[in-house]
């Protein structure tokens, strides 16, 4: 099966840097992904790694290392609208997402 | 271009009647996933299809869920009977299985059962 850990509340000022550590356990890896959601939305894409090292889109960024089973989201120049939940999800077989419990981000001026 | 597109949005029915949530993923994608969101337990698969055939279903909680996808175009979900703990929020989502990696969620179905 899969797990997943990750903080469940980040509070962070506007301007900032947040990191969102996940940590897994599977017994079938492809990759990790990050999801963001709004309160009252859908969750939407962030970022995919399959490989270790970091992946940079924008002020996001997203680091995997398979070996610590480790990955984490970095945002920076952080903004009200980054207020959200932010989920890391183990890619397995079949394009198969195992969902984290989520960190809540909250933004303050 | 159209994205996900879930019905109905918001759904109240009482504990016993049976309830049927709609997909229609985006064109040209060939998966198809019915996730389940609650603030217990989090987000869960419930099961996904690829080109139109069940291939893990083993998040389906009993019996009294159902799922269907007749065609590229359309899914169901089903719950008969429902139960006051079904209340969640339904999300269907598709993806392109040789594109890249990102699921695309639709806007989601709120379900509470009395």
């Known amino acids: 099966g899969q797990s997943l850990e990750q903080p469940s509340e980040v509070t962070a000022v506007e301007g900032a840097i947040v990191q969102i550590n996940c940590t897994y356990q599977?017994?079938?890896?492809?990759?990790l992904s990050w999801y963001q959601q709004h309160d009252g939305g859908a969750p939407t894409f962030l970022s995919y790694?399959?490989?270790?090292g970091l992946e940079e889109t924008g002020r996001f960024s997203s680091f995997l290392s398979r070996s610590d089973s480790y990955g984490y989201l970095l945002l920076q120049e952080l903004q009200m609208k980054d207020s959200a939940s932010y989920f890391c999800?183990?890619?397995?077989?079949?394009?198969?997402?195992?969902f984290g419990t989520g960190t809540q981000l909250k933004v303050e001026l | 271009d159209a994205g996900v597109i879930q019905s109905p949005r918001h759904e109240v029915t009482e504990m016993g009647q049976e309830v049927t949530l709609r997909c229609k993923p985006i064109?040209?994608?060939?998966?198809l996933f019915w996730y389940r969101q609650t603030m217990m337990r989090g987000l869960e698969l419930l099961i996904y299809?690829?080109?139109?055939?069940?291939?893990?279903d083993s998040g389906m909680p009993e019996d009294r869920f159902s799922a269907k996808m007749p065609n590229a175009s359309f899914s169901t979900l089903k719950i008969q009977p429902s139960e006051p703990r079904d209340s969640a929020v339904y999300f269907c989502?598709?993806?392109?299985?040789?594109?890249?990696?990102?699921?695309?969620f639709g806007p989601g179905t709120r379900l509470t059962v009395t």
């Open positions: 989502a598709s993806s392109f299985d040789t594109g890249g990696d990102e699921q695309y």
């Open positions: 599977t017994s079938g890896f492809y990759g």
């Open positions: 790694n399959a490989l270790d």
């Open positions: 999800a183990v890619k397995g077989g079949g394009n198969k997402l195992t």
């Open positions: 064109s040209g994608h060939n998966s």
């Open positions: 299809f690829n080109n139109n055939v069940p291939i893990d």
